[in-house]
Nanobody, 126 residues
Framework: QVHLVESGGGLVQAGDSLRLSCTTSGRAFSNYAMGWFRQAPGKEREVVVAIDSSGTRQYYADSVKGRFTISRDNARNTVYLQMNSLKPDDTAVYFC???????????????????WGQGTQVTVSA
């Protein structure tokens, strides 16, 4: 079992930055692919970024390319989401997700991840 805890959300203004963290419990964090998803009110959950277990392969949604960066520290069992140049459209609950040995072909598929955090709210005002 893997327990995920997100932190770092908050209320910011457009153009500001935030860094989200997702700390995991359990063993073998370095074997898990990690993803960040978000869900805005009235919308479906969508993938934002994902990273493979080694950190060498990453996926970015078109809407965040050039603004968001995912990274991981396997020694700290933590994955980070650095969000720069935030926009009001980035307002959502952000969820961290994990899956053991996930193929990159399934990075964007929420159903492929079997462990989820409770989410952290990010609100960007205009």
């Amino acid at each position: 079992q893997v327990h995920l805890v997100e932190s770092g959300g908050g209320l910011v203004q457009a153009g500001d930055s935030l860094r989200l963290s997702c700390t995991t419990s359990g063993r073998a964090f370095s074997n898990y692919a990690m993803g960040w998803f978000r869900q805005a009110p009235g919308k479906e959950r969508e993938v934002v970024v994902a990273i493979d277990s080694s950190g060498t392969r990453q996926y970015y949604a078109d809407s965040v390319k050039g603004r968001f960066t995912i990274s991981r520290d396997n020694a700290r069992n933590t994955v980070y989401l650095q969000m720069n140049s935030l926009k009001p459209d980035d307002t959502a609950v952000y969820f961290c997700a994990a899956r053991l040995a996930l193929s990159t072909a399934y990075f964007v598929t929420a159903g492929a991840y079997n462990f989820w955090g409770q989410g952290t709210q990010v609100t960007v005002s205009a």
